[in-house]
């Protein structure tokens, strides 16, 4: 794929998403590269994320400090994200097959990975913008926020070929949900872990 498709493919996404998806599919990604560009965009992604907190710093310290571990530690919040996509392509593809798609990991996991080097350009754009347009630069990720909601319905429906995007939407709803679940057995887990230790 050479710069013109890259572009095409960007532009396709963002306005053809079902024919992107299909488009990706297509390219027949290995999944051990897949994994690899997943964990590449997490940290391109944190170290641009990184690189606008520091450009403009939130004046609010309670804002400060839910932003820290970003801030503050990088690449443990590279790993985090990792982890969360991770988490993420298992729950598409478990919660998907369970409601009856036909997606396995590496076709979510692809798909996924691309989605995030789409998230990367917003974040590139959001940094210019706040040095030349904040507002516009707010607006922009807004906007890029409930596009990419309809991507990833998109996404999710040719990944498991539903063919309807109600089902895709309570795939995504669900894996949500199990998502959330697990966080806070985990949590748990690690509480009751420290408490122990201490």
Do not use: C, K
């Amino acid at each position: 794929m050479n710069g013109a498709d890259f572009w095409a493919l960007v532009r396709q996404t963002l306005f053809q998403p079902r024919a992107a998806a299909a488009r990706v599919l297509a390219l027949r990604v290995p999944a051990e590269a897949a994994w690899l560009g997943l964990a590449l965009m997490a940290v391109l992604n944190t170290l641009v994320y990184t690189l606008s907190i520091r450009m403009s710093p939130p004046s609010d310290p309670m804002a400060m400090g839910m932003v820290g571990p970003a801030f503050h530690m990088p690449v443990l919040f590279a790993l985090m994200l990792f982890g969360a996509l991770a988490f993420t392509v298992l729950a598409l593809t478990h919660v998907g097959r369970f409601m009856g798609g036909q997606g396995g990991v590496g076709d979510v996991l692809v798909l996924l990975t691309w989605m995030q080097v789409l998230r990367l350009l917003v974040q590139l754009g959001v940094v210019v913008l706040a040095l030349m347009a904040p507002v516009f630069g707010a607006l922009v990720v807004l906007v890029a926020a409930v596009w990419g909601i309809v991507i990833l319905l998109a996404f999710v429906d040719v990944a498991h070929g539903f063919g309807n995007l109600f089902r895709a939407a309570g795939a995504v709803v669900a894996s949500i949900v199990v998502l959330a679940v697990a966080l806070s057995v985990l949590l748990s887990l690690l509480g009751v872990t420290m408490i122990g230790g201490m």
